[in-house]
């Protein structure tokens, strides 16, 4: 293969694999690049979330805290005045006033109502005349009776008989005497109606929802109304809900056990009070927006690395079919058209080739020169059309002699051949020269008036040294070959015979 030719071919591969390299590092940059802003995007999103639904946890917990403010002033107050000695000395309406002053200033107000040790109703604030009435069943009252605790207690919620069976929490103190003991109670009842009016005001995704929860668990009031009746139930031992307990504030995503989304819970414990506000976001609801622009970005990305791969696949192609194209112009450029064995010109590359490496290595280097006999006057006898016959004939008998890729047979030039052996010694090459004259021989003739072929051979073996040229070689093995000749042809002669 010349030189020009091994050139363009080494080129066309390294142009190959830059292309390949370029277009695979452009590939892993653009989908890095897209996921690094993908990844970006969704946490974005996901922040941004994250700060609105806080904004509503503190906004709704600012108001329950002011709420409950409002109805525990008004039962310090119930309680202060319940206490003053003058009390019975004033008129009934006067007594009503004073005991429920502040409750008037309470939402959603269910009733305030004051008990004695017994849970016997004492006042109410929707009546100056009480009925006689007792309430020691209520868990607020028995909660304060049992417990020495001075802090707000805060219900369950429940039906209120009291309020047409409306669903109320009540609110309610403890009643100490100046020695500890217990004198009764104060409580208040909220319609939780009140929560879910200002609940209602604000802005959700479509699947999400707010809560308000007590610290033992217990679901107080939720918007939208919940589907499911396991939203009721007592979340004390929901993983979910023990997070709430142990971080106090903060968003996390986690799976829900009532309906089984992910969702994406942000939740404050409201100051000091036994009760957790929770606004939980459904995370299609969150990442829907980003997901269409996933989407979207993925599908264009999907578009743009497919047509990278086609058009790196589509010069690849053309780089392919030019170097095979070139290699077969290479091979037309050194193949003899008539036998398909190499041409002089390939012959003399190989010959400069293997001298070279027979340097290198102290290897021998064998050539073998031979023609066909009286092929002259086959031609003349037979005309030129079977003489090139005769030619391919004796062409494909030296490739089937021949079989080691590292050797090379050409057609030296019009009936005459050469075959250069690497790295073989003497003997190898007359024993190689003596089966390709033997095969020429036994050739069953073109047609039974026509007569057998015969070829002379010369043989040479070069041990090359330092100094040596090619040119012995050849002359050598031309010279054998033509004592072959003289000595009457059909015949091999070695160079070594003639020294």
Same mark, same amino acid.
């Given at each position: 293969?010349?030189?020009?030719? %091994?050139?363009?071919?080494?080129? !066309?591969?390294?142009?190959?694999?830059?292309?390949?390299?370029? *277009?695979?590092?452009?590939?892993?940059?653009?989908?890095?690049?897209?996921?690094?802003?993908?990844?970006?995007?969704?946490? *974005?999103? =996901?922040?941004?979330?994250? @700060?609105?639904?806080?904004? +509503?946890?503190?906004?709704?917990?600012?108001?329950?805290?002011? *709420?409950?403010?409002?109805?525990?002033?008004?039962?310090?107050?119930?309680?202060?005045?319940?206490?003053?000695?003058?009390? !019975?000395?004033?008129?009934?309406?006067?007594?009503?006033?004073?005991?429920?002053?502040?409750?008037?200033?309470?939402?959603?107000?269910?009733?305030?109502?004051?008990?004695?040790?017994? &849970?016997?109703?004492?006042?109410?604030?929707?009546?100056?005349?009480?009925? %006689?009435?007792?309430?020691?069943?209520?868990?607020?009252?028995?909660?304060? @009776?049992?417990?020495?605790?001075?802090?707000?207690?805060?219900?369950?919620?429940?039906?209120?008989?009291?309020?047409?069976? +409306?669903?109320?929490?009540?609110?309610?103190?403890?009643?100490?005497?100046?020695?500890?003991?217990?004198?009764?109670?104060?409580?208040?009842?909220?319609? $939780?109606?009140?929560?879910?009016?200002?609940?209602?005001?604000?802005?959700?995704?479509?699947?999400?929802?707010?809560? /308000?929860?007590? *610290?033992? &668990?217990?679901?107080?009031?939720?918007?939208?109304?919940?589907?499911?009746?396991?939203?009721?139930?007592? #979340?004390?031992?929901?993983?979910?809900?023990?997070?709430?307990?142990?971080?106090?504030?903060?968003?996390?995503?986690?799976?829900?056990?009532?309906?089984? =989304? =992910?969702?994406?819970?942000?939740?404050?414990?409201?100051?000091?009070?036994?009760?957790?506000?929770?606004?939980?976001?459904?995370?299609?609801?969150?990442?829907?927006?980003?997901?269409?622009?996933?989407?979207?970005?993925?599908?264009?990305?999907?578009?743009?690395?497919?047509?990278?791969?086609?058009?790196?696949?589509?010069?690849?192609?053309? /780089?392919?079919?030019?170097?095979?194209?070139?290699?077969?112009? =290479?091979?037309?450029?050194?193949?003899?058209?008539?036998?398909?064995?190499?041409?002089?010109?390939?012959?003399?590359?190989?010959?400069?080739?293997?001298?070279?490496?027979?340097?290198?290595?102290? %290897?021998?280097?064998?050539?073998?020169?031979?023609?066909?006999?009286?092929?002259?006057?086959?031609?003349?006898?037979?005309?030129?059309?079977? &003489?090139?016959?005769?030619?391919?004939?004796?062409?494909?008998?030296?490739?089937?002699?021949?079989?080691?890729?590292?050797?090379?047979?050409?057609?030296?030039?019009?009936?005459?051949?050469?075959?250069?052996?690497?790295?073989?010694?003497?003997?190898?090459?007359?024993? #190689?020269?003596?089966?390709?004259?033997?095969?020429?021989?036994? /050739?069953?003739? $073109?047609?039974?008036?026509?007569?057998?072929?015969?070829?002379?051979?010369?043989?040479?073996?070069?041990?090359?040294?330092?100094?040596?040229? #090619?040119?012995?070689? +050849?002359?050598?093995?031309?010279?054998?070959?033509?004592?072959? %000749?003289?000595? &009457?042809?059909?015949?091999? +002669?070695?160079?070594?015979?003639?020294?």
């Amino acid at each position: 293969m010349s030189m020009a030719i %091994k050139h363009i071919l080494r080129s !066309n591969v390294l142009t190959l694999r830059l292309l390949i390299g370029a *277009t695979s590092v452009s590939i892993i940059a653009i989908l890095s690049i897209v996921s690094f802003l993908l990844v970006r995007e969704h946490r *974005t999103a =996901e922040l941004a979330a994250i @700060r609105t639904s806080l904004n +509503i946890v503190q906004l709704v917990g600012r108001d329950v805290q002011n *709420t409950v403010n409002l109805y525990d002033s008004a039962l310090n107050a119930l309680i202060d005045v319940s206490k003053r000695s003058d009390l !019975n000395s004033v008129s009934l309406p006067l007594k009503h006033m004073l005991l429920f002053d502040k409750a008037e200033q309470t939402p959603a107000n269910g009733g305030f109502y004051l008990l004695n040790a017994q &849970g016997d109703l004492v006042a109410d604030s929707r009546t100056e005349v009480s009925p %006689k009435e007792n309430f020691s069943h209520w868990p607020s009252f028995v909660e304060h @009776r049992d417990s020495n605790s001075p802090n707000l207690f805060i219900s369950h919620p429940f039906d209120s008989a009291e309020n047409d069976g +409306i669903c109320c929490i009540s609110f309610s103190r403890r009643i100490s005497g100046p020695d500890g003991r217990f004198l009764g109670v104060a409580v208040a009842q909220m319609k $939780l109606d009140y929560f879910k009016t200002l609940f209602q005001r604000l802005d959700l995704e479509p699947h999400g929802f707010i809560r /308000l929860i007590s *610290t033992d &668990g217990t679901p107080l009031t939720q918007h939208p109304e919940p589907a499911s009746a396991d939203a009721h139930t007592n #979340l004390s031992n929901n993983p979910v809900f023990v997070r709430f307990l142990h971080e106090h504030r903060g968003s996390f995503i986690a799976l829900s056990s009532i309906d089984g =989304e =992910e969702r994406l819970y942000n939740f404050s414990e409201v100051g000091d009070l036994p009760l957790i506000v929770v606004v939980s976001l459904a995370t299609d609801d969150v990442f829907s927006a980003w997901r269409r622009n996933a989407i979207l970005v993925g599908i264009g990305t999907l578009l743009l690395c497919s047509a990278l791969l086609t058009l790196t696949w589509l010069l690849g192609r053309e /780089l392919h079919l030019r170097q095979r194209a070139e290699r077969q112009l =290479e091979a037309l450029a050194t193949t003899d058209p008539l036998t398909g064995l190499a041409n002089r010109r390939k012959l003399d590359q190989t010959l400069e080739q293997e001298w070279r490496r027979a340097q290198r290595s102290g %290897k021998p280097l064998s050539l073998i020169m031979f023609d066909i006999d009286h092929f002259k006057n086959f031609n003349d006898t037979y005309g030129h059309q079977d &003489g090139d016959e005769a030619l391919k004939r004796v062409a494909r008998t030296i490739q089937q002699c021949m079989h080691r890729s590292t050797d090379l047979a050409a057609r030296y030039g019009g009936e005459e051949f050469a075959v250069v052996l690497s790295d073989t010694d003497a003997s190898g090459a007359y024993n #190689l020269a003596q089966s390709i004259r033997q095969a020429v021989e036994q /050739l069953e003739p $073109l047609t039974p008036s026509h007569r057998r072929l015969t070829t002379s051979m010369g043989v040479s073996t070069c041990q090359v040294k330092p100094g040596d040229q #090619l040119a012995g070689l +050849i002359n050598s093995a031309d010279q054998a070959l033509y004592q072959a %000749k003289k000595a &009457g042809r059909n015949c091999v +002669i070695s160079a070594a015979e003639l020294s």
